[in-house]
Antibody, heavy 119, light 107 residues
């Protein structure tokens, strides 16, 4: 059964850092591109970052570029998001999601992990 | 960046009604469009890719159409489990962008 499980969320002060993880199972993780998507409280979906299956291509949303770093470990079927210089605007549920090709949308999603940035 | 505009932002309908949601891209995206359904407290679920391709397990009452800049998601006969928020997402180029969402509520 296809499964993605995020972890690492929590409460952090403005300017702080967090590292999110996403553990995959039930599919060939190394064949999938992966993304992080976030959803602020009561708001819509916002794409954050993309990482190709091999790890060779990376994109970031302008709102996080220079502060967030996406990475993956295909040997451990894991995706990561290092988040630095956090602000209140980064408060959201963070989902990892992916698919076989980004042209075809994201057909696997985790349940999300909540990040709250507050003093 | 490609802006995705969904309408309406919300719609009230009854079980058995048909509902159509529109998504417009700020520039042409071919058929590189996906539709998602999200229920409260849950992750989104991919319903349709490449504008009209139904994902496995998605009921046939859902259909998608369009190309270029104008797309629609149609639910032919609403069922109780269809009351949710629906998002379109362009998959043509980065940054990937989502529409603002359409909440389908029970009348």
């Amino acid at each position: 059964q296809v499964h993605l499980v995020e972890s690492g969320g929590g409460l952090v002060k403005p300017g702080g850092s967090l590292r999110l993880s996403c553990a995959a199972s039930g599919f060939t993780f190394s064949d999938y591109y992966m993304s992080w998507i976030r959803q602020a409280p009561g708001k819509g979906l916002e794409w954050v970052s993309y990482l190709s299956s091999s790890g060779g291509t990376i994109y970031y949303a302008a709102s996080v570029k220079g502060r967030f770093t996406i990475s993956r470990d295909n040997a451990r079927d894991s995706l990561f998001l290092q988040m630095n210089s956090l602000t209140a605007e980064d408060t959201a549920i963070y989902y990892c999601a992916g698919g076989g090709s980004f042209y075809y949308g994201m057909d696997v999603w985790g349940q999300g992990t909540t990040v709250t940035v507050s003093s | 960046d490609i802006q995705m505009t969904q309408s309406p932002s919300s719609v009230s309908a009854s079980v058995g009604d048909g509902v159509t949601i529109t998504c417009r891209a700020s520039q042409g995206i071919g058929n590189w469009l996906a539709w998602y359904q999200q229920k409260p407290g849950k992750a989104p679920n991919l319903l349709i890719s490449t504008a009209s391709r139904l994902q496995g397990g998605v009921p046939s009452r859902f259909s998608g159409s369009g190309s270029g800049t104008d797309f629609t998601l149609t639910i032919s006969s609403l069922q109780p489990e269809d009351f949710a928020t629906y998002y379109c997402q362009q998959a043509n180029s980065f940054p990937l962008t989502f529409g603002g969402g359409t909440k389908v509520e029970i009348k």
